[in-house]
């Protein structure tokens, strides 16, 4: 079953009770937000190698060196997308990034519900994963963006409520949405929550610093997605419906499935895999080694150098190490 499946048909509230006064409290989580994903009018499931391509993008160290925000636009006020956690872990693995010993992300899926301003430019975003295939979460922390925020400024939530934490990339000050655009708080119930805790200070950043790290690494995923999205030719697309298998359904008293579009990477230029086993290298041969993907832009088209090898020809021939994503002018024109 997909994600979105599983967050509309969840009703379980989510409930934590205090252990010194016994006190209930319910707080928002997946329950909450079953209506929500259930109403968007576009709905997204990424297929693996999607993924990984939107991985690639968001999370090779060469990705990030060119600005994008002015091609960036959320396509629908109400927007659900999700993915498999295993190649999107693989990828931040690959690309260095921890993952939690015995942690969850190897299993199960995540997605991503959007709540956006006409224009696209500006919205909310919550995050879900499944944990087990009964168990679904919501983040606590939810994020705000604004696409439109000059550097200096700071991003218009949609809401009027402001956020607290800004996260960035230290390496790229001068060139980082994430940090210019978005902003992290916790959802109203879980602020309450933690707030009348009486939480001291060193437990309470340690809480928030995971918290925010249930949400702020599925940011540049969505990213990646919403710009290979609005390039010229798109992505390729299938929308699965489900008319004949939600009647029978039904007629067995279970929750039909909701329709989505099942969305895939676009055929990219073929390139030999280095760890299929790389032949001995001679002396007078340079080092076979890999070469991350990066991207360059120029104007209204995006250049992606697809990871490939370098060095000996032994290992096969690279046919093309470039795909160019073209925009139209009046996107990439909207910040100049």
Avoid at 122 to 150: I, N, P
Wanted: glycine share 8%.
């Amino acid at each position: 079953m997909n994600l979105l499946d599983s967050v509309a048909q969840c009703h379980t509230p989510f409930v934590v009770r205090d252990r010194t006064s016994g006190k209930v409290t319910a707080l928002n989580n997946t329950a909450d937000c079953a209506g929500l994903v259930a109403r968007s009018s576009l709905r997204y499931v990424l297929s693996d190698d999607l993924t990984r391509l939107c991985a690639d993008l968001a999370y090779s160290k060469g990705a990030g060196s060119v600005a994008c925000a002015d091609l960036l636009r959320v396509p629908a006020q109400l927007l659900w997308m999700e993915w498999c956690n295993r190649p999107w872990s693989n990828a931040l693995q690959e690309y260095g990034f921890p993952l939690v010993p015995d942690g969850a992300q190897w299993v199960g899926r995540r997605g991503a519900w959007v709540r956006a301003t006409s224009d696209g430019r500006r919205g909310l975003v919550r995050t879900f994963w499944s944990v087990s295939a009964a168990e679904v979460l919501a983040s606590s922390v939810e994020a705000y963006f604004d696409f439109d925020t000059q550097v200096g400024e700071e991003p218009e939530p949609v809401d009027g409520m402001r956020g607290l934490t800004r996260v960035f990339d230290a390496e790229r000050p001068d060139d980082d949405v994430l940090g210019r655009c978005f902003r992290f708080r916790y959802e109203q119930s879980w602020s309450e929550y933690y707030g009348a805790a009486g939480l001291a200070s060193e437990v309470s950043f340690a809480l928030w610093r995971h918290a925010v790290g249930t949400i702020a690494m599925d940011i540049p995923m969505l990213l990646a997605f919403f710009l290979l999205l609005a390039t010229r030719s798109g992505l390729p697309q299938r929308t699965q419906a489900f008319e004949r298998l939600n009647l029978r359904r039904r007629r067995s008293g279970k929750a039909p499935l909701l329709d989505h579009i099942e969305v895939t990477a676009p055929v990219l230029p073929e390139y030999r895999d280095y760890r299929r086993g790389a032949p001995v290298v001679g002396r007078s041969s340079p080092r076979l080694h890999h070469v991350r993907g990066h991207l360059v832009r120029r104007g209204s088209q995006i250049f992606w150098r697809v990871p490939h090898l370098r060095g000996s020809a032994r290992s096969g021939v690279v046919r093309s190490r470039t795909v160019t994503w073209t925009f139209d002018r009046a996107a990439a024109g909207r910040m100049h």
